[in-house]
Nanobody, 121 residues
Framework: QVQLVESGGGLVQAGGSLRLSCAAS?????MGWFRQAPGREREFVAA????????YSTDSVKGRFTISRDNAKNTVYLQMNSLKPEDTAVYHC?????????????????WGQGTHVTVSS
C-alpha cells in the first residue's frame, strides 16, 4: 500500500504560478497528475516515468506545466506557470504499479486526496 499526500495548492491570479508536490510513502513507478473541476469529469494532466526520463502532458497544459520527480525524496512535482481560470480544479496525484506512461485513470492504483487550485481572473 502506498500513501500519497499532495500539497501546494491555493488561490492565485491568472498568469501566476504554483508548484504542487506529491509525497509518496514508498518508491513508485509511473506517476500522474489528474484534475477535476466542479461539475466535470476527472481529466489527465501529466505523467512521468519512474526514472523521470519520460514525461507526457495533455495539450491544454503543454508549455505551461512541467512534471518532475525526486526519487530520493519519493516526491513528484507539478510546476504550473501562466495559470488560467480554466485550470481551477482539485488536483490529484496517482501512482501506477508499472512503468508505462498512461493517461487513463483506471491504470493508476494509488491516489492522493487532492489539493485545491483556484485561479482568479
Amino acid at each position: 500500500q502506498v500513501q500519497l499526500v499532495e500539497s501546494g495548492g491555493g488561490l492565485v491570479q491568472a498568469g501566476g504560478s504554483l508548484r504542487l508536490s506529491c509525497a509518496a510513502s514508498a518508491f513508485t513507478f509511473t506517476m500522474g497528475w489528474f484534475r477535476q473541476a466542479p461539475g466535470r469529469e476527472r481529466e489527465f494532466v501529466a505523467a512521468i516515468s519512474w526514472s523521470g526520463n519520460s514525461t507526457y502532458s495533455t495539450d491544454s497544459v503543454k508549455g505551461r506545466f512541467t512534471i518532475s520527480r525526486d526519487n530520493a525524496k519519493n516526491t513528484v512535482y507539478l510546476q504550473m506557470n501562466s495559470l488560467k481560470p480554466e485550470d481551477t480544479a482539485v488536483y490529484h496525484c496517482a501512482a501506477a504499479t508499472y512503468g508505462r506512461l498512461s493517461v487513463n485513470s483506471y491504470e493508476y492504483r494509488y491516489w492522493g486526496q487532492g489539493t485545491h487550485v483556484t485561479v482568479s481572473s
